[in-house]
């Protein structure tokens, strides 16, 4: 069993940053890939980024691509999404996610609440 909680998120202005962090408890975080999804009002969920295992792969949306970062660190149990350059498309509810395999960008088990990021315009 995987518990996960997001934090981070708030109002920034257009071309701010933000660096959202995921705490995970249980014993499947480290033999996880991880990611991050969001979800904006009226919209599905997106994939935003994810991590694999050891940290070794990771993979970003062509939206995010070269303005976020996600890293992890497993002796904190924390991910992170470090985001850069942001502007009022990426308002969303992001949320962390925990695979069920070492690597993956869709096969997740568990989910975060989700914390609110609004950009301003």
């Known amino acids: 069993q995987v518990q996960l909680v997001e934090s981070g998120g708030g109002l920034v202005q257009v071309g701010g940053s933000l660096r959202l962090s995921c705490t995970a408890s249980?014993?499947?975080?480290?033999?996880?890939?991880m990611g991050w999804f969001r979800q904006a009002p009226g919209k599905e969920r997106e994939f935003v980024a994810a991590?694999?295992?050891?940290?070794?792969?990771?993979s970003y949306s062509d939206s995010v691509k070269g303005r976020f970062t996600i890293s992890r660190d497993n002796a904190k149990t924390t991910v992170y999404l470090q985001m850069d350059s942001l502007a009022p498309e990426d308002t969303a509810v992001y949320y962390c996610?925990?695979?069920?395999?070492?690597?993956?960008?869709?096969?997740?088990?568990?989910w975060g609440q989700g914390t609110q990021v609004t950009v301003s315009s």
């Open positions: 996610a925990a695979g069920s395999v070492p690597w993956t960008t869709n096969q997740y088990d568990y």
């Open positions: 249980g014993r499947t975080y480290s033999s996880n890939a």
């Open positions: 991590i694999s295992r050891n940290a070794m792969v990771r």
